[in-house]
């Protein structure tokens, strides 16, 4: 497992600003892979800020929300590292913490 450090973004909702904490593991069976994500981490956190940027407060707080948020946090990710001589070799983004205030 790869820890990725731990991003906060902020949303105005329903007239409040919230914010959100999240934290990922990723895991991955390759010693190259993980090599690469942790010498990355930067870049992978600044994509997650990206991405939790574009997300529905309300809609994230809900088990599905936070489902479709791993599945983008995955594809992101991903798509950073587009296969080449040695492809990323990622097997899940795991959620380790999540907290909304």
Do not use: H, W
């Amino acid at each position: 497992y790869v820890e990725v450090p731990s991003v906060v973004a902020n949303f105005e909702y329903e007239g409040i600003m919230r914010y959100l904490q999240e934290m990922v593991n990723l895991q991955t069976r390759s010693t190259a892979s993980a090599t690469l994500m942790r010498d990355n981490a930067p870049l992978i956190q600044g994509e997650i800020l990206m991405l939790l940027q574009d997300l529905d407060f309300g809609t994230v707080r809900s088990t599905e929300g936070k489902c479709a948020l791993i599945e983008m946090i995955d594809v992101g990710i991903r798509e950073l590292f587009p296969s080449g001589a040695e492809p990323l070799e990622l097997e899940q983004v795991v959620l380790t913490g999540f907290v909304v205030q």
